[in-house]
């Protein structure tokens, strides 16, 4: 009896060993929008371990932000044994994990830090399919964002008209200077 009780503790143990999950979060981009705002963004990437499971990804949360107006980006995949969703920050899509709108007034090198996290739930099948076994543990990754100015396109073509009006002024002024000598 003993024996059999054991054999059942470690058959547990192992298939509950099986059923992990991953959750990565890469360091922040950070570029302009199309209206001139600096925006910093997350992808991610979630890999379910298990080789019979289905992971369901349920809820994320994300610390508080200052200086800085957030949008979840967040697909909620639902990721088949064995295998990965990865979706880098995309902008444009838009697509990712977690998006920022940094505040005009935010000061220069302002830290925004805290964590995302995950829940999610182990299904034997696909949503539809499947049928619910067990809650997943949550999983947490840190981030950190700094304000920093990005350079908008108008600042550069500005700088380089201002940089052409001097080299050309200054040959101007020279061409004068020799002529009436």
């Known amino acids: 009896m003993r024996k059999l009780l054991l054999l059942g503790c470690i058959a547990t143990a192992s298939a509950m060993a099986a059923n992990i999950y991953t959750f990565d979060v890469p360091a922040p981009t950070t570029t302009t929008d199309s209206s001139g705002h600096v925006v910093s963004g997350w992808g991610y990437s979630i890999a379910n371990?298990?080789?019979s499971l289905w992971l369901v990804l349920t809820s994320l949360t994300a610390g508080s932000f200052q200086f800085a107006d957030?949008?979840?980006?967040?697909?909620?995949p639902i990721v088949a044994p064995g295998?990965?969703?990865t979706v880098p920050y995309d902008q444009l899509i838009p697509?990712?994990?977690y998006q920022i709108t940094w505040h005009a007034d935010a000061p220069a090198g302002f830290v925004n830090a805290g964590s995302f996290s995950v829940m999610a739930e182990w299904w034997n099948g696909p949503l539809g399919s499947g049928s619910f076994v067990s809650t997943a543990p949550s999983l947490s990754q840190p981030y950190s964002v700094s304000a920093s100015a990005v350079p908008e396109p108008a600042t550069g073509a500005l700088?380089?008209?201002a940089l052409l009006l001097v080299t050309f002024g200054n040959s101007a002024v020279r061409g004068l200077i020799t002529s009436k000598q």
């Open 159 to 161: 700088i380089g008209f």
């Open 49 to 51: 371990e298990s080789d």
């Open 95 to 97: 697509a990712g994990l």
């Open 83 to 85: 295998q990965t969703a």
């Open 70 to 76: 957030p949008i979840s980006l967040f697909d909620f």
